[in-house]
């Protein structure tokens, strides 16, 4: 069985800093791909955890997800197995205060993000997870979130024998000589590359092996 993390992806959504409600006729080719990706994914049983970068009851949530609704490569994520608030670097709350930080502030931001504790309960407790062969990031911006998200999924939640993999053309990406230097350290965590294709292929196969 297989996995798929989506990460903040509203970007796609975005066409410079304006949320668009409706397809994105410049990214129609990717954001296809990407339904194409995640349907398949969700016939094949996989689950997948729609990381978002506020919470659906939070207004910005509401018109985010009107956005999503809008538009029917993107009305999936609403559907998603799971759904977790994660911070704007890519990565949970941590599950303790930092020194330093207000009460009333740590407060605050506990009522929004998920913690390291919640997610790592919805990593094990989805279905996926108990014979999960490949996990699979996509989403926004490869380069800083998404690369933070897997990094931290290696360190703290891959099992022995989990295969990770990022999928570039279902990334957003704003600066290609940080990807470059990014994409290196992931190659060096054994944290691999696939296409959209071989992804498919993994989930076929992962899903085989359930069989």
Known sequence: MALVNVIHPYTYKLKGD???LGPISEYEERDKQIYTFLSQAQEMGTTIVHQRDMPARSFRGMVIDLAFLADPFYNILLDAASTVTITPLGLPLPDRRKKGLPIEQW???KQIYTSHSQLERVMRTVPARKTADYT???GDVLENCVANA???FHQFYRGQQEQVYYVP???VSLDEKLRSAVELRLRENKI???TVEQALQLLGKGRRKRA
């Open 18 to 20: 304006s949320l668009v």
């Open 107 to 109: 407060k605050e931001v």
């Open 136 to 138: 699979f990031f996509i």
């Open 150 to 152: 897997v990094q931290y």
């Open 169 to 171: 053309e279902l990334c």
């Open 192 to 194: 691999k590359t696939c």
